[in-house]
């Protein structure tokens, strides 16, 4: 079980919220022993002066990391165990993130789906993320429409 005690006491003044998301947040799929967290800051340019703080309890900073606005920590490199992005609260992407893992919880046929098509992917692309993320690139897309329209209804 995830908490999100060391992470609280570094960023905690920046943080208003922090969410276990990703593959291991749905009970029952397969996932890689990577851990995905999520946090909603105050103004996300306040966190770039926690990076020597977040180095201290074993967190890397990576900067954007190809989306623009978020900020990526990484632990355990070059063996993951964690991965931290944060947005600035508000961000859509919280929303898209949570409400996927929400809609994959509430609708265990969509996730089993989901978890043998990774099952597939990893064992076809051995090696290969890009290969691996490519291959579930449009499931995961179908099942964001779903969870966005999902939530929508149920808000």
């Keep these: 079980m995830w908490r999100p005690g060391k992470i609280l006491e570094v960023l905690g003044p920046e943080i ?9 947040s749905i009970p029952g799929i397969c996932a890689k022993p990577i851990i995905d967290i999520l946090a909603g800051a105050r103004k996300i340019v306040d966190i770039d ?12 900073a990576w900067g954007e990391y190809g989306l623009p606005g978020r900020r990526f920590f990484v632990k355990g ?7 931290l992005h944060i947005f600035e609260s508000g961000n859509t992407e919280i929303t898209r993130h ?40 449009a499931f995961v897309k179908d099942m964001e429409k779903k969870a966005i329209e999902w939530a929508k209804n149920k808000r």
């Design 77 to 83: 490199v070059p063996w993951r165990t964690h991965n």
């Design 16 to 24: 208003l919220e922090i969410h276990h998301i990703g593959s291991t």
């Design 98 to 137: 949570l409400d996927f893992r929400d809609y994959m919880i509430a609708y265990p046929e969509d996730a089993r789906q989901y978890s043998e098509l990774k099952k597939l992917l990893a064992e076809k692309n051995r090696g290969d993320v890009e290969g691996y993320c490519d291959g579930k690139d």
């Design 49 to 60: 002066r926690y990076d020597d703080a977040m180095a201290g309890i074993g967190y890397e």
